[in-house]
């Protein structure tokens, strides 16, 4: 860990320069670290660490997490302190300036922060997958905290009002109900608790395809695609990553799994294994992505020994292989450098582009089965939720309703008795 603080401020300025931020926005980073360096002689401190910089960010501005009173200009100059701070302990910028801080409180927290060591050392869980559980157990460890309850105090009324105070929606509702669910089986498997009391936790009603998916016309797709700058070694990757969820409907795991010896340069294909549900799909090898593949390689693309065909770009991990989130990142730059309308208040990471695939397919008159293949799915069961957005088909679909022959309807509304 770098404590110096001139030689933190210096590895984060090559960061920034190495990630190309644009020349304003990198002056207002770089302004806020002299503001932070000049507080620092003023206070005598040489070192810099977690604390010192929540320490600067508490009597600036009030705060050290996010929150909606702070003005636009300040949420900048915090994300600026947080860029130090999360790169002296991570070796990289946290993804986003958090509005809440997760401590886990009493006896229940401790046992809850050893499941979640469990799921990564045992279980050998995702960190996404874990980061997402301990935001749920969080919340209830906090309600517990706060109403003086145990695990074995639980019933069916606490629940109900746990529920109450969380506001969750239908979907987060879901989310936590499946990982409360685990974590008291687990609870009562090491007998943290007298019995399972995973049976207070009842079943809901959501359906995973029950809402309708975002999709873009092919139009903001060709707008998003034309507004990467390919000149440049991070536009050469981005342009690819954007191709292959444009064009091949990849989901991000899949994007940052590619390998070499997936691709067949003598057939023109591309055999993958799809990460999140391990089916084997081809693709053909079309030119626009082929010609991506090889500008990336030959003009972008840092000197490493990874196998995966995109790695990471910036200094801190350059070579490495990149994370889901940042996928997500990448799609939502140029989904807002292209002006795309309304992209912020719908779905808009690379999941929104394999949608968009298969509904602009859809509208093709391209078969379900066909559609299917392509993305992969086991059946076209799992294809039809696309048919919620097409306007066109669904007007197709309606049966026609028969004529009444009776007298209790006259004139489109009831007899008068």
Known sequence: ????????????????????????????????????????????????????????????????????????NDRIKLRAIRMLISYQKDGDFEFRTPKVEHYFLGVTGRDMENYLLHLRDTVHLSQDTIN????????????????ILTLNDLSIDIMEDFYNTQNYTLASK??????????????FDIQITKKDYSIFILPDNYKKNCKIPTTYEESEIRQIISSVNRASATGKRDYLILLLAAEYGWRSSDIVNFRFDQIDWDRNIININQHKTDIAVQYPLLSSIG????DYLKNGRPVTEATEVIVAAESS??????????????VSKY???????????????????????????????ISMPIISTVLGHQSTASTKVYLSVDIDKLRQCPIPIPALHTEHYKFGGMRDE
């Open 132 to 147: 997402n559980k301990k935001i749920y157990l969080y919340a209830f460890n906090n309600y517990l905290e706060n109403h």
């Open 291 to 294: 010609n991506a593949i090889i």
């Open 335 to 365: 989904m807002h450098q292209a002006n795309i309308k309304n992209w912020k208040h719908k779905k808009h990471g690379a999941h929104s582009l394999r949608h968009s695939l298969a509904s602009n397919m859809l509208k093709k008159n």
């Open 317 to 330: 991990k350059k070579g490495s292989k990149l994370s889901e989130p940042t996928i997500h990142s990448i």
């Open 1 to 72: 860990m770098v404590i110096n603080f001139k030689k933190l401020v210096n590895l984060c300025e090559d960061e920034l320069t190495s990630r190309e931020y644009a020349w304003h926005h990198h002056n207002k980073i770089s302004c806020e670290w002299q503001k932070l360096s000049q507080w620092m002689t003023e206070h005598r401190y040489s070192d810099f660490n977690e604390e010192i910089g929540f320490k600067y960010c508490d009597e600036t501005f009030g705060t050290h997490i996010l929150n909606n009173l702070l003005k636009k």
């Open 174 to 187: 879901h989310n936590f109900n499946s990982s409360l669910r685990l974590y008291l089986r687990y609870a």
